[in-house]
């Protein structure tokens, strides 16, 4: 039988062994351990010739005994996850015949590391899990994290088999998960700001750039940009192994504290005179058997701003000639302009400021001394350089060149004038205007010997000066003009008259005239003579007025002794300056 009875035999009188079965607990029945079912209690009462035996039966109702769970050791990758079975938590019901089934899972012990969730929700201390949703129940390990017995959990089990007639589902003691996690190498983490706007050849710090690598082995940072360069401070220990400084791109080495220290020092400048759009590309790498990497980008806008227009020319440095009489000399061109070949020409700035105009140019004139008369010719038109003149270009078959205005200031012997078209206008109308300037001066007859500096100044368009752009360029570019008058000439000699001609002879003391006449009025200095030829004796005549005019007059008296038959004459080419001077 399951259940084993112990037979027990009291002896006595029956009035003896009636009061001892009497007694309260004098007959106790136990079943063995565990054991459930009928048991038999036979009774045999002899009195030494005859016995009397009965028998009771006795049913052992059964409870439930407490299931156990078992202490195991799971393993799992970094950055991994395990997700439970049933069978993790090694269930056993031995007490129990048939045994019971696992009906839920109680947690006695969080994680001491990392995050135990079911269905997504952090589980609480001695939650229980029922046994179906064993399947939502998942511990996982702090991100980057590893090691072995990185965490435990505690649990107990418990059966299906309830707790009536004082049975036990639960474990009574609780058991432990162990996890060890196995380290696997991370990627670089990249850290990058937002979009960024630099100007037109301007630097631009790109700030908030920075790597992280959890494993502690990262190698190298790559920046590459498609239309500019870029620089770093390698002050704090990085090295660069590929690349340059002030290019494209560069390969930053170091552990990451210098490279970081390396990356908080960026600096982009975009080619020069680039404006559009641009990529920074930050790839980081680690030092892993399999290296792993993180990239990403950076959008840079480049703000255009307006670059200077530029102005070549060729200078004529031309002489200018004095006109006669009331004809004034020709106007002389100052600058040509040509193709690039040629090695001149105009421009509003770089190829991408193209659909530019340009808008005005300013010159000078220096060394004036004649006044009115001395004049610039613009697309045909005189420009008096004279303080206060203004006016604007007409006449001209090139409808571009009519309009255009132009005004003049005056400061001691310099003059500045502007010239600025209706409209801004294209490269060929600045260059038309530009290819016909020229240089006149009609002071004739007294005009000034020397030289007047014609400069171009300064040239604009019209890109404005937005972000610290510049629409103006500073010139130096001149054309020396040689003012040269007309050089008097001598139109004629005689000897006009003379004072006490008797009989068609001069006596002594009698004063001969001589009138030298020349090309232009003419001013003296200083006791210039002409040379005279008496009976061929030579003797100087002496100035004696007309300064100011077209004739000079020079006298000489006859003196005692002085013969001649055949006539007096003027030596030809004698006219002397003896340290004096004739000019215009």
């Known amino acids: 039988p399951a259940a084993a009875l112990f037979p027990f035999t009291p002896l006595g009188r029956s009035t003896d062994i009636n009061a001892l079965l009497a007694t309260a607990n004098a007959v106790t029945y136990v079943p063995t351990a565990n054991y459930n079912g009928s048991a038999t209690l036979t009774m045999t009462t002899n009195d030494g010739t005859l016995s009397d035996a009965d028998t009771v039966t006795v049913t052992v109702t059964s409870v439930n005994d407490a299931p156990t769970g078992t202490n195991a050791t799971i393993t799992l990758a970094e950055d991994g996850s395990k997700t439970f079975a049933a069978s993790d938590f090694g269930f056993a019901d031995a007490a129990d015949s048939p045994a019971n089934s696992l009906s839920a899972v109680i947690i006695t012990t969080l994680p001491t590391a990392g995050t135990l969730t079911l269905s997504g929700t952090a589980v609480t201390l001695n939650q229980s899990i029922a046994v179906a949703n064993l399947g939502s129940l998942v511990y996982s390990p702090a991100q980057n994290a590893n090691g072995n017995a990185y965490a435990t959990i505690g649990f107990k089990v418990q059966d299906n088999g309830g707790t009536a007639n004082g049975g036990a589902d639960t474990s009574v003691n609780a058991n432990t998960l162990t996890f060890n996690v196995t380290g696997v190498n991370d990627a670089p983490v ?151 070949a040629a090695g001149t020409f105009i421009t509003t700035g770089p190829s991408n400021e193209s659909v530019q105009k340009l808008s005005s140019f300013t010159l000078t004139v220096s060394g004036l001394v004649d006044g009115a008369d001395e004049v610039l010719v613009l697309a045909g038109h005189d420009v008096v350089l004279t303080h206060g003149t203004m006016g604007q270009t007409t006449g001209n078959a090139d409808a571009t060149l009519n309009g255009v205005t132009y005004s003049v200031s005056v400061s001691g012997s310099v003059a500045t004038v502007t010239v600025t078209p209706t409209a801004n206008s294209e490269l060929a109308t600045f260059t038309s205007l530009i290819n016909s300037l020229s240089y006149r001066n009609d002071h004739n007859g007294a005009i000034v010997r020397g030289t007047r500096g014609v400069t171009l100044t300064s040239l604009s368009d019209n890109g404005g000066v937005g972000n610290g752009g510049d629409d103006t360029t500073s010139l130096n570019l001149s054309s020396t003009v040689n003012v040269s008058p007309v050089v008097p000439t001598v139109a004629s000699v005689a000897i006009t008259s003379g004072t006490g001609i008797q009989n068609g002879l001069y006596n002594t003391g009698d004063v001969i005239t001589t009138t030298v006449t020349f090309t232009e009025a003419v001013n003296v200095t200083g006791n210039p003579s002409i040379t005279l030829n008496i009976g061929g004796t030579l003797v100087q005549a002496n100035y004696a007025g007309g300064s100011g005019g077209t004739t000079l007059i020079f006298t000489y008296t006859i003196q005692a002794g002085q013969e001649d038959t055949n006539g007096i004459s003027v030596n030809a080419n004698t006219l002397a300056l003896n340290g004096g001077a004739i000019k215009d």
Not at 240 to 257: E, F, K, M, P, V
Not at 307 to 315: A, G
């Open 190 to 340: 990249n850290t990058v700001p937002g979009a960024q706007t630099a100007i037109e050849d301007t630097s631009k710090a790109i700030t908030g750039l920075s790597v992280n690598d959890v494993d502690g082995n990262l190698a190298t940072v790559k920046l590459t940009v498609l239309n500019g360069s870029l620089s770093v401070s390698l002050a704090g220990g990085a090295t660069i192994s590929s690349g340059i400084n002030n290019s494209s791109t560069l390969t930053l080495s170091g552990t990451q504290a210098q490279i970081n220290a390396a990356l908080g020092t960026v600096s982009y400048q975009g080619n020069a005179h680039f404006n559009g759009a641009d990529t920074l590309t930050m790839v980081s790498t680690d030092s892993a058997g399999t290296p792993l990497s993180d990239a990403d980008t950076v959008a840079i806008t480049v703000t255009p701003v307006n670059d200077e227009p530029t102005l070549n020319v060729n200078s004529s440095n031309p002489t200018f000639a004095e006109g006669s009489g009331t004809t004034p000399g020709n106007a002389v061109g100052l600058f040509s302009l040509g193709g690039a």
